[in-house]
């Protein structure tokens, strides 16, 4: 069965491509600042929002156009594989990403739905031998099912923190047979709604007895992925502990986790969190924490997570300048965890939204590479701080000036400070290498 027969496979042709079919910009095999696209950018398909999205809205039930969903059960499941697959050999994408109740229905208890993921891990992993795609990264739902209305590990009742823990066992056994390069925790509903019947300090605990347990069995199975967690502010929760790259990294420094976590940035968390894609990212290289990234963008008129998909230049430009500045990912990538609007129902919509965000990165990239190799911003960070160079300035950074010897400095000199910080030219630099970069 053939779930996308108006699609042969999606190809490279070039920017005055009229073909919507087609690749514009992303040309896999293009060398870039030493590598491939392919190998810069390590795209990955979303499993939950490209196939098993119905389109229900608080407002509206499901409306999406997809063949698969005739089926149900296990069939249903097995054949969301066959299309996924399907899908990642037409976009030439290399990766994929899921949630374990992506992938195979819950049943009754914990047992019968570790028996469902037996049967879909065992054809996933055929797959993948067949066809070389790759697991970018798997993670648990712990936010979906009503038994984590008051979360998962920081959850009142032990007995859902149990219930918990045997998910994220079982995931990481499905992590290690299909050999996936990260495994990523997303606190969906690890934060709380109001402090008048929490326990914050006794929640966060919770949460890092959880994390470290994974760690511990990961070592038990041999597991040697790279152990993520997303950041997001709220929604569902009012506030989430994992709110942003910095809180999350306090987080994991204070429980002695930060040596086996690195962070998973959303663009879409980012602007929730009332900060830029760019701010995220930077935070988290700066601080050797930059793992991979979830790829998508915000409505600024519209206060939730709407997980559109990537096509901003301005964003996916800096995003790729702070990746680059990164040294590239070592076993992260671009995962769309994007999905198409609700208006946009169709299986081809599917194939539109990925182009588009597969483009707009493979830009990005070509813009922040001429970028760094012309030092336009690194020149301009220089000349803004070369005080520091010498003098009053290099006591400073060395450590050798105290606050009387700054003092005696500069207690009888007048001191203003009128230099531009050339913001404006700067963004004028941006604009016209976004125009002209071929």
């Excluded at 996924?84 to 047992?111: N, S, W």
């Excluded at 020149?379 to 070369?386: L, P, S, V």
Aim: net charge negative; hydrophobic share 40%.
């Amino acid at each position: 069965m053939e779930f996308f027969p108006e699609v042969k496979e999606i190809s490279f042709e070039d920017a005055i491509s009229t073909n919507p079919l087609a690749f514009k910009y992303y040309h896999p095999d293009e060398i870039v600042f030493g590598k491939t696209m392919k190998d810069h950018l390590r795209f990955a398909v979303s499993y939950w929002h490209t196939f098993t999205l119905a389109g229900n809205d608080p407002f509206g039930m499901g409306n999406m156009q997809r063949s698969w969903n005739s089926f149900s059960g296990l069939d249903l499941a097995k054949k969301r594989v066959e299309a996924a697959f399907e899908f990642f050999q037409k976009m030439h994408v290399g990766y994929f990403c899921f949630h374990d109740r992506d992938i195979a229905p819950e049943g009754a208890t914990l047992r019968e739905s570790n028996r469902n993921l037996d049967v879909i891990v065992t054809m996933i992993k055929e797959y993948m031998q067949s066809t070389g795609i790759k697991l970018l990264w798997n993670t648990q739902n712990l936010f979906s099912h009503p038994r984590f209305a008051h979360g998962a590990a920081t959850s009142p009742d032990a007995r859902v923190f149990a219930y918990a823990a045997g998910q994220v066992k079982k995931s990481l056994e499905i992590a290690k047979e299909l050999g996936a390069e990260n495994y990523v925790f997303w606190g969906g509903r690890e934060g709380y709604e109001t402090l008048l019947n929490t326990d914050l300090k006794f929640e966060m605990d919770n949460y890092a007895r959880l994390l470290q347990m994974a760690c511990d069995y990961a070592d038990d199975i041999g597991y040697r992925g790279q152990f993520l967690i997303e950041p997001k502010p709220k929604e569902p929760t009012k506030h989430q502990y994992d709110f942003d790259a910095a809180s999350t990294l306090a987080f994991l420094k204070t429980y002695g986790l930060d040596l086996r976590f690195k962070l998973n940035i959303e663009a879409n968390h980012a602007t929730l969190a009332g900060h830029t894609f760019e701010h995220e990212l930077r935070y988290s290289r700066v601080h050797g924490m930059l793992g991979s990234v979830d790829a998508n963008q915000g409505d600024p008129l519209l206060g939730w997570d709407t997980d559109e998909f990537p096509t901003n230049l301005y964003s996916t430009t800096l995003a790729m300048y702070e990746i680059l500045k990164n040294g590239g990912f070592q076993t992260g990538g671009l995962n769309f965890d994007a999905k198409v609007r609700r208006t946009s129902m169709t299986p081809l919509d599917l194939f539109y939204g990925h182009i588009a965000g597969m483009d707009s990165f493979a830009r990005g990239l070509k813009v922040a590479a001429s970028l760094i190799k012309d030092k336009v911003f690194e020149e301009a960070i220089a000349k803004r701080y070369q005080s520091y160079q010498s003098g009053m300035g290099q006591d400073i950074i060395q450590g050798r000036a105290t606050l009387a010897s700054l003092e005696e400095k500069i207690l009888d000199e007048p001191v203003d400070s009128f230099e531009s910080g050339y913001q404006e030219l700067l963004l004028s630099r941006l604009n016209q290498y976004l125009l002209e970069v071929k």
